[in-house]
């Protein structure tokens, strides 16, 4: 095996972290932060100085591409469009925080008719068919031109989806009748451009979206991927979405994900290190706790630390925080954990003292509320005033209870780009 393969020597070398990490834990007298009245953790929050974002970089660059797509649309600037999406496929062109530009633009562009499609089931009406219907005519006169497919074809799939998750409780059956009609029509939209366009993510990508919207196509999403992150391996995102993806059992399910989360490192290593690994189970965990039992703990705190070593940027920063403060908190959890699971997910947890302690700045409230509220996934969500609220105090309670035996004298801890430091009370 080679001497760097992410299955030989990063596992050793992650094994003896996770023990330094559990002989530090078992070390602490106090193993466990202490479990502190709410009045009190309010009261120590008060001393955390963290300078906070209420509008990100990464979040004014997604709208940014959003807002063009969608503009061009309503224009009717098809070709200004198309011309947009493949300079951001053809130079990778991302936002800091990695999201994929030209996947960004297509959202934009098709969220018009989404939505209205989205207000419709909510209603308990069927979708009109106007807004899909205009998109065709579109594409009939851009036939050869992915991009405009890539548009058509994800806005089928997005209304696919919506039949499943909004209209499938109440009608089951018509419901994945429509979905499966719009999942039909996306594919036959994609097919001629899969060996047109080879070296288009955002075309590869939405193949792999359509592949796990239809229990048919599912067991290909493992070769799908594995083409998308040889043609793309800076993004993260497409890993993310390989986690989620896989996860239901005609996919592949638990035992599949650990597969493909070592392929995904090998095929990433030269641009993650062992952070594939981490990347694949990310969301993976937040939707189903069961996968811990098959997690590598030492290879997951590895790829941690080696994603912040190659992305310096505190939207990632505030991402894998929150996961560690939130989603692999102890209790809350639907069922009961096997003693292996609990304990990879206590070696997560306890990733927040380094995370904050070296590498945390500025806090991003949204990424912290949505950690909290929708784990995993996007669903619709309160107010942006509330979710930045929300976030906010989340964050303060969470830092202020891990840290409560160095602030109880009074003093503080603050944070700044050489590190938390505390502040001894004047």
């Not at 100085?49 to 807002?67: C, G, W």
Request: hydrophobic content about 45%; glycine content about 6%; some cysteine.
């Amino acid at each position: 095996m080679p001497k760097n393969s992410p299955f030989s020597s990063s596992r050793d070398r992650g094994l003896s972290r996770l023990r330094r990490f559990l002989r530090g834990r078992a070390a602490r007298q106090d193993p466990a932060p202490r479990r502190l009245p709410k009045e009190d953790i309010d009261t120590l929050a008060k001393r955390v100085i963290l300078p906070f974002l209420p509008v990100s970089d990464e979040e004014m660059a997604r709208a940014t591409h959003q807002d063009r797509g969608q503009k061009f649309a309503r224009q009717e600037m098809w070709a200004e469009l198309s011309a947009t999406i493949r300079y951001a496929d053809s130079t990778r062109l991302a936002t800091p925080g990695g999201e994929t530009a030209s996947l960004l633009l297509a959202s934009g562009a098709r969220s018009d008719v989404v939505l209205a499609a989205e207000d419709a089931l909510h209603d308990g009406a069927a979708p009109q068919t106007d807004g899909l219907s205009a998109l065709e005519e579109v594409l009939e006169e851009m036939p050869d031109d992915y991009a405009t497919a890539l548009i058509v074809a994800l806005a089928h799939v997005d209304t696919g989806w919506a039949w499943r998750n909004i209209a499938g409780r109440d009608d089951p059956e018509r419901a994945a009748a429509r979905c499966a009609a719009h999942i039909a029509r996306a594919d036959a939209i994609l097919a001629p451009h899969a060996r047109r366009d080879p070296d288009a993510p955002s075309l590869l990508a939405a193949r792999c979206a359509l592949h796990a919207a239809c229990t048919r196509r599912a067991r290909r999403l493992p070769e799908q991927y594995e083409a998308l992150l040889r043609l793309d391996p800076d993004g993260h995102r497409h890993m993310r979405a390989l986690g989620r993806h896989i996860l239901p059992s005609y996919a592949g399910g638990l035992r599949q994900l650990e597969v493909e989360a070592r392929k995904a490192t090998l095929l990433t290593h030269r641009q993650w290190g062992a952070g594939g690994y981490a990347w694949v189970y990310f969301d993976a965990l937040a939707l189903n706790k069961r996968a811990l039992d098959l997690l590598d703990p030492a290879f997951f705190i590895e790829g941690l630390q080696d994603i912040v070593a190659r992305k310096q940027d505190q939207h990632i920063v505030n991402l894998l925080t929150a996961f560690c403060a939130i989603t692999m908190a102890p209790g809350g959890h639907d069922e009961v954990l096997t003693p292996q699971a609990e304990a990879a997910r206590a070696a997560l947890h306890d990733c927040l003292d380094w995370l904050l302690q070296d590498h945390l700045q500025e806090l991003h409230p949204l990424i912290w509320s949505q950690m909290l509220l929708a784990p995993g996934h996007a669903p619709l969500l309160p107010s942006r005033r509330a979710l930045v609220a929300k976030g906010r105090q989340t964050a303060l309670r969470i830092i202020a209870a891990r840290f409560a035996g160095q602030i109880a004298d009074g003093s503080s801890i603050a944070f700044s780009q050489q590190g938390m430091y505390r502040l001894p009370t004047l």
